[in-house]
């Protein structure tokens, strides 16, 4: 099993700067990758990264994307005299020439495909390169918006020459269209890109028609491009959130990548003056965490943008924190996404509902008023472009994102010792581990049959740890899980603050006190025709090929789960697999990955006891081994959907991030 993150950085590439007064450039200095190195080592982070060192990308390489006759051009920049660097700077839009940008440019291109060859190799499972100049923006002949090379593409294309990758997903978190990407493959079936940015009606630089949701691709590469415009300033963790539930990620499960490469911009975070979003460091370690189980974990994270040096900081931290295994944060108060961003969504999933099954069903196009046309600002709504416009006094305060604990123990496991489990699982011993306070409460309040209750007071003590956060997750083999779950939750409850998601896959009954006691959210998947019970904390998702069918499967975890999951914001996650589920080992082993997401990472899996043989997968992921991939995603079975959307339709009204049209359709559907 591959393990190890890489962290690629090399002082050289803080070695240009802005000669002259530019007010359009002023914002991209040096000092954006010292912060951001600085702010790793001094969070202990760096240190426990492999440190790689950067190469230059070899002409070959650069060609990969960009034209000789730029190649040449730019390869006379470091000779050039101030002047001659100020004019040759004039014929792109938004960048700076230096002489020593060039060298800084191979290093920045280099550092990519150095990642690359890491992951690819398998010395590492992941990484992070620190790179300047940025790469989104230029193009096959030109440079633009700071990048000179396009680290990102020129990474791609060498992934698929060199190592035969076939499919490269690159997702684009920065707060800028890369434009550049979208040109260098928009006809290209094999490598879907996805990008979300400020747009603002096309009044938000680059200003481009085509980064607009309608540009989807050509040719062979219809629908490998996926735009989603923000229309409006101040999105923040909750519409971020419900474009990766309800697009990038059932997109990305049925693209299948075998390579994720992120244009890791920051200018999406709060505080940045670029981006002027609302959306706090910590979003980067789900929306990190979120892509790691796609092509086995081989994800390469290149830096692009990020100006607000602080936010900047803490975001690298988060992202590169979650590419090393820690817990993630938790993410409180998730609001209702806007309904600006709730039109961009509909639009985008309307505009690609006939490239993507997963998309099938998605609603049309929301009333007129969302055209594709420009909507010219008025003067003094939308911020002028001048460089040295107005901005608003108010400023842009969060708190420093809190640290995030590891548990001593990533993962224990109660089982018999018959068992068996892999050796990084901690097993709970009868004797030695187990408080007798515990045992005796047991005795009392539940069973009289012993072998039941020595497990479950191994469960309850393995849960208490949880809670006194030594261990950060667990599974058990318990013979009633039903009489498992109740004493959990019973055990954890009673302290007010304790919110516990259950996640039942199978048929069986959850204890009716528990489907309605308001602190627990029940989400049931199975086969079993069950009740709709018109209930917010008891939601039951039956699909008619029950938990074997993977498409409907992980069309449920997408849609209903993870937008459930981060509104409900739990302390504790039960996972629960009844025997007869039928869930293959894939999906379920996805189906855990994606819970780490809540809670900081303090899930406990339930197992019935005969079911032995996903014990070891299942560890593996609570381990944080990287989950197989799941091929051929296939259209969700159409009842299955329409329980999905009704589903759906009852929730969103208290379940906000279920939330996928805009509240102006919705109610044109109604009437
Ligand atoms: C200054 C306007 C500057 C140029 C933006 C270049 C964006 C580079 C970037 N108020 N406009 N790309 O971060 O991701
Ligand atoms: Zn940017």
């Known amino acids: 099993m591959t393990i190890g993150t890489a962290l690629i950085y090399d002082e050289e590439m803080t070695k240009y700067k802005l000669l002259w007064v530019d007010p359009a450039c002023k914002i991209e200095v040096p000092e954006r990758l010292t912060v951001s190195y600085e702010a790793l080592v001094r969070n202990a982070l760096a240190d426990r990264c492999v440190s790689v060192p950067?190469?230059?990308?070899?002409?070959?390489?650069?060609?990969?994307?960009?034209?000789?006759?730029?190649?040449?051009?730019?390869?006379?920049?470091?000779?050039?005299?101030?002047?001659?660097?100020?004019?040759?700077?004039?014929?792109?839009?938004?960048?700076?020439?230096?002489?020593?940008?060039?060298?800084?440019?191979?290093?920045?291109?280099?550092?990519?495909?150095?990642?690359?060859?890491?992951v690819m190799t398998k010395r590492v499972r992941n990484g992070m390169a620190l790179v300047r100049p940025p790469g989104h923006h230029s193009q096959r002949s030109a440079a633009n918006g700071f990048c000179v090379f396009n680290n990102v593409a020129i990474a791609a294309r060498y992934a698929q020459q060199k190592y035969g990758v076939k499919r490269v997903l690159i997702v684009d978190w920065d707060i800028h269209h890369g434009q550049g990407v979208q040109y260098c493959f928009e006809d290209d079936p094999n490598v879907l890109y996805f990008s979300w940015h400020r747009y603002e009606h096309q009044n938000f630089w680059p200003q481009l028609r085509e980064s607009n949701y309608d540009s989807v691709g050509k040719e062979k590469g219809a629908g490998f491009n996926i735009n989603v415009p923000w229309n409006q300033v101040g999105m923040k963790n909750s519409d971020y959130l419900s474009v990766f539930c309800h697009i990038l990620l059932p997109v990305a499960y049925e693209f299948c990548p075998d390579l994720v490469l992120v244009c890791a911009g920051f200018d999406s975070a709060i505080g940045d003056p670029e981006g002027e979003m609302c959306a706090t460091p910590e979003i980067f370690a789900h929306l990190t965490h979120l892509l790691m189980n796609l092509a086995e974990g081989k994800l390469c994270v290149v830096l692009e943008g990020g100006y607000n040096l602080t936010s900047l900081a803490q975001s690298v931290c988060q992202t590169v924190q979650t590419l090393l295994g820690d817990p993630l944060p938790q993410l409180a108060d998730l609001s209702c996404p806007y309904r600006s961003a709730l039109e961009s969504l509909q639009c985008v999933r309307s505009a690609h509902r006939q490239y993507w099954s997963c998309l099938k069903h998605a609603a049309g196009l929301p009333p007129a008023h969302i055209s594709t046309k420009r909507i010219k600002s008025v003067e003094g709504e939308a911020k002028t472009e001048t460089g040295e416009d107005e901005k608003s006094t108010e400023e842009n305060v969060w708190p420093e994102p809190p640290k995030r604990f590891s548990p001593t123990v990533r993962a224990a496991s109660v089982l018999s010792d018959d068992v068996t489990c892999p050796d990084r699982c901690k097993r709970l011993n009868a004797n030695q581990d187990v408080d007798p306070l515990i045992v005796s409460k047991l005795k009392d309040s539940f069973i009289s049959d012993a072998g039941g209750c020595d497990t479950l007071?191994?469960?309850?003590?393995?849960?208490?740890?949880?809670?006194?956060?030594?261990?950060?997750?667990?599974?058990?083999?318990?013979?009633?899980?039903?009489?498992?779950?109740?004493?959990?939750?019973?055990?954890?409850?009673?302290?007010?603050?304790?919110?516990?998601?259950?996640?039942?896959?199978?048929?069986?009954?959850?204890?009716?006190?528990?489907?309605?006691?308001?602190?627990?959210?029940?989400?049931?998947?199975?086969?079993?025709?069950?009740?709709e019970q018109k209930s917010k904390y008891y939601i039951p998702v039956c699909l008619k090929n029950g938990c074997s069918d993977t498409s409907g499967f992980m069309h449920a975890v997408f849609s209903l789960l993870l937008p459930l999951g981060y509104e409900y914001n739990p302390n504790l996650v039960l996972l629960v697999r009844m025997p007869d589920s039928d869930v293959c080992d894939g999906v379920w082993q996805h189906l855990t990955g994606f819970l780490q997401s809540f809670a900081k990472g303090h899930t406990l899996v339930l197992l019935q006891e005969n079911e032995k043989a996903c014990v070891s997968p299942t560890a593996s992921i609570l381990l944080g081994d990287p989950a197989p991939p799941l091929e051929n995603l296939q259209a969700p079975n159409k009842d299955d959907l329409n329980v999905m959307e009704t589903l759906r339709d009852r929730l969103q009204l208290n379940w906000k991030l279920l939330q996928t049209i805009s509240e102006s359709t919705a109610a044109a559907v109604q009437q």
Request: aromatic share 6%; hydrophobic share 40%.
């Open 54 to 118: 950067v190469r230059e990308a070899t002409d070959t390489e650069i060609l990969l994307v960009h034209s000789e006759e730029y190649l040449e051009a730019v390869k006379k920049t470091p000779s050039m005299s101030l002047e001659d660097l100020k004019e040759f700077t004039l014929q792109y839009g938004d960048v700076y020439f230096h002489p020593n940008i060039y060298h800084c440019a191979k290093l920045a291109a280099g550092s990519a495909l150095q990642l690359v060859d890491w």
């Open 457 to 531: 007071a191994r469960v309850i003590t393995l849960v208490e740890k949880m809670v006194q956060n030594e261990i950060r997750s667990g599974l058990a083999l318990v013979c009633d899980v039903t009489m498992a779950i109740t004493c959990v939750v019973q055990h954890v409850t009673p302290d007010l603050n304790n919110r516990v998601l259950i996640v039942y896959v199978g048929n069986g009954t959850v204890p009716d006190h528990i489907a309605r006691d308001g602190k627990t959210l029940v989400v049931q998947i199975t086969s079993g025709n069950k009740q």
